[in-house]
């Protein structure tokens, strides 16, 4: 099993869809979360830190479970320039510094 | 001009051929990171230095070396390189926020290394 999991999609919407990704993690000393958007052939750049109570920027949403080890990104109005790969990165400390990216989810949105 | 540079930014090369690719920064961060990046597998850590005397084994390092020269630049050598090595290359830099785990990690734009 990866140490971080996630759907690789891709997921194909309209503009104005809501669409949510979840991404699950293994290490429950896991610490620290964010999602990152890569755009192809391009780096990664941060979207969102993920914070224990959830947290918003505008049209997106990150939640963290700590119970069931997931999180999530939700997306809503979507627009064409959201189409990218989105990253589910994953950190921890215990026994020395570890991070681990999910292989990401590709979304496509179409006019 | 870009925060996080790397050289070269495409290189093509021969199994059993010693590659170095660079990495330098101007956002003044104490950590600095090598990923490589596979079709269908993410990024995965090779190195990692958290200040200048202090460095790190990741994920996958066999295979790699590293150098720390300055808090400002890091290099990553391949001592013969071999085909499974072909990927693409990124460096990233972060500065951890007082007081937290989190640590925003700036990437430079990739280095895509061929090994034929």
């Known amino acids: 099993r990866k140490e971080v999991e996630q759907d690789p999609g891709p997921f194909n919407v309209p503009e104005g869809a809501t669409v949510a990704f979840n991404c699950t993690y293994s290490n429950s000393a896991s610490q620290s979360f964010f999602w990152y958007r890569q755009d192809c052939r391009k780096e990664p750049k941060l979207l969102m830190s993920?914070?224990?109570s959830g947290n918003e920027d505008g049209r997106f949403t990150a939640q963290l479970n700590r119970a069931s080890q997931y999180i999530s990104l939700l997306i809503r109005d979507s627009k064409l320039s959201d189409s990218a790969t989105y990253l589910c990165v994953v950190n921890s400390y215990t026994g020395g510094f570890k991070t681990i990216f999910g292989a990401g989810t590709r979304l496509f949105v179409k006019a | 001009d870009a925060d996080v540079t790397q050289t070269p930014r495409n290189r093509i090369t021969k199994t059993g051929k010693r590659i170095m690719l660079e990495c330098s920064q101007t956002k003044g961060h104490d950590r600095m990171y090598w990923y490589r990046q596979d079709p269908g597998l993410g990024l995965r850590l090779i190195y990692y230095?958290?200040?200048?005397?202090?460095?790190n084994k990741g994920e996958i390092s066999d295979g790699y070396s590293v150098s720390r020269q300055a808090q400002a630049k890091f290099s990553l050598s391949l001592e013969s390189a071999i085909p499974n090595q072909t990927a693409l290359y990124f460096c990233?830099?972060?500065?951890?926020?007082?007081?937290?785990?989190?640590?925003?990690?700036?990437f430079g734009p990739g280095t895509r290394l061929t090994v034929l």
């Open positions: 230095s958290f200040d200048v005397k202090d460095i």
């Open positions: 990233a830099t972060s500065d951890l926020q007082a007081g937290t785990s989190y640590n925003e990690q700036f």
């Open positions: 993920v914070y224990s």
